[in-house]
Nanobody, 111 residues
């Protein structure tokens, strides 16, 4: 059974940084693409960033040049480094592996 566990969310001031982690179990992690999504209150869940099994990356326009997705296959973990955070980045952030979702981690950007 697949388990995805996110961590690293919290409250940060505008301009600050956070690093999210998502650790997977129950899959041969290294052969699958991974994605980070977010959902703000009243909004649809949207793709923030994705990374392929061989390290290719893709970003939403709203986070390009601020967020970086990476993976450590030895640790079965995918990361999302978020810099220069803005209030509009406030959301619950989820990682996804195939059709499986983590429980989400709250990110709040506020002064």
């Amino acid at each position: 059974q697949v388990q995805l566990v996110e961590s690293g969310g919290g409250l940060v001031q505008p301009g600050g940084s956070l690093r999210l982690s998502c650790t997977a179990s129950g899959y041969i992690f290294r052969i699958y693409d991974m994605g980070w999504y977010r959902q703000a209150p009243g909004e649809q869940r949207e793709l923030v960033a994705s990374i392929t099994s061989n390290g290719g990356t893709n970003y939403a326009d709203s986070v390009k040049d601020r967020f970086t997705i990476s993976r450590d296959n030895a640790k079965n973990t995918v990361y999302l480094q978020m810099n220069n955070l803005k209030p509009e980045d406030t959301a619950v952030y989820y990682c996804k592996l195939r059709s499986n979702w983590g429980q989400g981690t709250q990110v709040t950007v506020s002064s």
